[in-house]
């Protein structure tokens, strides 16, 4: 990976509408869209919103209805072939240890479905907060998080999203049995493994750190001299071939700003500096998601295969005629028929004078005067954004304000 220069901050002022400041939040990116779900500040969330970040705007998606989560805090929420997985985060109840804690949305239709596996589920995860989860392959993974009346959990289950079957997953014997019990911690993924870095097991704080390898089933931890502190409501993204991980505190009383790289390569840390000028934000139970080609696939590429994918590579279509991969979705809905037609819309159709204040950056403002209508509704639409990471909500916040959202941009050399 080649060395990369200070980073670059930016908080995007956000107007209405537009989802209210909060924390403990999910959030997931998609093409050139991010969808943010829950959360709390003083009371527990159960909106669903998704921002364009080529526009600079918020749309209020529904949640509501039979197959839709109810309010959701220190959830889990990832993306798979077009679908939107939502784990845990349930307010404790009487009745929250009688379902199974999952919810889809399907991104095309834009509606929340209702899912089942090929077999009746022998085993599920019960209801939990503040673990963590990563997509490998066709796997959904869960590590952790805090179980009501129990604490702090050190179980692992993996989601099969292609039948929609959960199993625990068990490591090779005979070797380290991993990180133990862990909420409030981050993972993320790269190839064929899950790497973990801190929270918190039982009141502790935890600085270490540990890699999952699926092919070998095993938990291995990655000891380096240098490296962040104790962290608990940090958050993290795979760029390129790192991770970077920003916020989180060591005490409660002490919410972080530095962003820290892990090269897997080199196996080393290094603390990005910031440019002069350039103040990134102080804050905990964040999210963090990455848009931009270097973010893209990086995180666990698919073993599934379709017309749609040749060589890792997708190909254009104007017409999309592709076989549903997800078998929970039932038979009729096998096929999918996509009709692109150029809908010209409003909130994109703004002066040189608008977009000064409504793209997120120079490059961004040059990319919306390129883009036509048609292009915009292009699946790849996310391989011309400029690389970005996305800083959305967190504590410190303030009641009565929009959601906070910052910009980092790495800089060359």
Known sequence: MSQSGPCLWTGLPQS?????????????????????LGGRHSTCYSDFWRYNVVCNEWTELNCTGEAAPEALEEHSMVTHEGFLFVFGGMLDSAYSSLRCPLWVFDIMKQKW??????????????????????????????????????????EFWSLDLDSMVWSPVASSPQTSLGPGPRHSHSSTAFHSCMYLYGGLKGLREQRDFWM???????????RTKSG?????????VTYKDCMLIFGGYESQNSPQNCLWRYNFSSQSWNQLP????????????????????SYSLQSGKSTLTSETHLN??????????????????????AIELQMLTPQKSSSCESTDKEWRMDCLTFENKALRKRLSFEEELDENIS????DMMLVIGGRPCTLHKPVSVWQMTLTDS
């Open 212 to 222: 999952w390898n699926c092919t070998s089933s095993t938990w291995s931890s990655l």
């Open 312 to 333: 890792n590579k997708i190909r254009h279509f104007k017409n999309k005629c592709f076989p549903t991969q997800l078998s929970f979705l039932g038979s009729e809905n």
């Open 113 to 154: 479905v209702q899912w089942r596996g090929k077999t009746p589920q022998v085993e599920t995860p019960s209801n939990r907060k503040a673990h963590s989860a990563v997509v490998i392959g066709s796997a959904m993974l869960v590590y952790g998080g805090y179980i009501d009346l129990k604490g702090s959990s050190q």
């Open 16 to 36: 209405s509408p537009a989802p209210c400041e909060r924390f403990k939040l999910a959030c997931c990116s998609h093409q050139h869209h991010v969808y943010v």
């Open 383 to 386: 391989q011309n954004l400029p």
């Open 228 to 236: 962040p502190s104790k962290l608990v409501g940090h958050s993290a």
């Open 274 to 293: 910031t440019l002069p000028g350039s103040h990134p934000p102080h804050k905990v139970h964040h999210c963090c998601v990455g848009l931009g080609p």
